[in-house]
């Protein structure tokens, strides 16, 4: 990722809007920052030009605290501890605060018999966030859109008894409430940035900013992966979730096919478009295996390109599982976190934790750098594995 310009990005962001609110004169007030070249708000923001802005701002550490967690699979007490053991719910089941985001990635449902108390669950967990400053970031797997084409086979009997019929549980998974969740409440890919200078969750990158020193300051996390082939990946991540979701609506909206088993197959109705037929395919997002599978050299010969298209330093996948320990490939930039924590695969129970720190460093001054430090951790029941640290000073100002 390219790096070492300073980046004033920031900085004129709080000039435009302190000028904003201090005077009304529309001379003082600079443009829109969408219509400037990333050039011109260099130029605009230098020492010289720009305005002084109040120093009385003191310097404090940022910290931000991401857990993820993968592949459940109907199992709630197993879910419940990594929960418990990554420090996103207490030991009486609710959000802690600890955290600022718990994601997961997808594949709740199937396998097991849960599936309505986990939804319920996330349901639970994302209001209690929001209400402590804290937020849960959902994406369907590949499994939640099985169900909705009618591809059933992972479905057990006792499981659909628990829904009462399968008319029942269609219609749940349609029009009922875990249906209206997944549709409001969950993405495909989500975009995670890592400082609140770069936006909310699930901000599409811009590559206008590339030469910021903090453009790729995100973590994507999906279900399957990104293929370098695959043709819809940005602007990441709206274009992913624009066709999952219509892809979805489409889904729930057509008369329910009769599932599959004992009926046969239903597939995709007659009239998908390509671009939701692709990120259904083998090589979309939801089902793609080759960032997990792939001798680790040639995935690590086309991440970078990858990552710059999305605007990320890591992609977090579930998936494909390892039944032993989070997968870290290429130095990190790629994390497989599915470690078959449902007691249908009896695989290791286990959370991924992201610590982004920036710490001011020589002081309090403007042009002071910064140290930004990411600490990358799997949480296990019995002991946590560091699976990479990554330090560097940034020269961004900051005014947070
Ligand atoms: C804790 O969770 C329980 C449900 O398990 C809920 O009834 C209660 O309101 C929660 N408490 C808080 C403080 O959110
Ligand atoms: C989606 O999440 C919001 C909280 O962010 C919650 O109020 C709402 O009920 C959820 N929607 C569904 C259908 O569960
Ligand atoms: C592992 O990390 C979790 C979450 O940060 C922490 O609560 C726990 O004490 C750590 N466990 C060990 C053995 O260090």
């Given at each position: 990722m390219?790096?070492?310009?300073p ?12 000028f904003?609110f ?42 931000r ?24 719910i ?24 849960d ?20 937020t ?23 499981e ?5 019929s399968v ?13 209206r ?43 399957g ?13 709206s ?6 979701h ?11 096919p009769?599932?599959?088993?004992p ?6 109705p007659?009239?998908?478009p ?5 990120l259904?395919g ?7 295996r080759g ?7 040639d ?9 710059n298209k ?22 990190g930039?790629?994390?497989i ?25 020589g002081?309090q ?34 005014r947070?």
């Amino acid at each position: 990722m390219p790096r070492g310009r300073p980046a004033f990005f920031i900085l004129v962001i709080a000039v435009g809007l302190y000028f904003t609110f201090k005077y009304s004169q529309p001379q003082h007030v600079n443009p829109p920052l969408a219509a400037r070249t990333p050039t011109s708000a260099l130029k605009e923001s230098s020492a010289q030009e720009a305005p002084e802005v109040p120093t009385t701002q003191h310097k404090d550490q940022f910290t931000r605290r991401i857990v993820a967690v993968g592949d459940l699979h109907g199992d709630l007490p197993n879910a419940l501890k990594v929960l418990q053991m990554s420090g996103v719910i207490s030991e009486s089941g609710n959000w802690t605060g600890n955290v600022d985001f718990f994601v997961q990635t997808g594949d709740i449902i199937d396998r097991g018999d849960d599936t309505l108390q986990l939804y319920e669950l996330m349901e639970r967990l994302r209001v209690e966030a929001k209400a402590a400053g804290g937020t849960v970031l959902s994406n369907l797997g590949n499994h939640e859109f099985m169900n909705a084409i009618g591809d059933w086979r992972y479905v057990y009997q006792s499981e659909i008894k628990t829904f009462g019929s399968v008319a029942d549980r269609q219609k749940m998974l349609t029009t009922g409430w875990v249906g209206r969740a997944w549709r409001q409440n969950y993405t495909l890919a989500t975009r995670l940035p890592l400082h609140t200078s770069l936006g909310d969750p699930n901000t599409d990158y811009d590559p206008a900013t590339s030469s910021l020193d903090l453009s790729h300051a995100a973590i994507a996390f999906m279900h399957g992966g990104l293929s370098p082939t695959y043709e819809d990946m940005t602007p990441f991540p709206s274009r992913i979730n624009k066709i999952g979701h219509s892809l979805l609506a489409r889904l729930q909206d057509q008369t329910q096919p009769p599932p599959h088993p004992p009926s046969p197959y239903p597939g995709l109705p007659h009239d998908t478009p390509p671009e939701e037929r692709e990120l259904y395919g083998t090589n979309g997002p939801l089902w793609y295996r080759g960032l997990a599978l792939d001798e680790e050299a040639d995935v690590c010969a086309v991440i970078d390109e990858i990552l710059n298209k999305i605007g990320c330093r890591r992609v977090i996948l579930g998936h494909t599982p390892d039944f032993e320990h989070v997968n870290s490939r290429c130095g990190g930039k790629v994390i497989i976190i599915d470690t078959g924590i449902s007691h249908a695969y009896g695989g290791a129970l286990s959370a991924l934790s992201i610590t982004y720190t920036l710490t001011p460093s020589g002081g309090q001054s403007e042009d002071a750098p910064w140290i930004e430090k990411e600490i990358v951790k799997a949480i296990y029941a019995s002991h946590n594995d560091t699976l990479a640290i990554n330090e560097r000073t940034v020269y961004t100002r900051f005014r947070d």
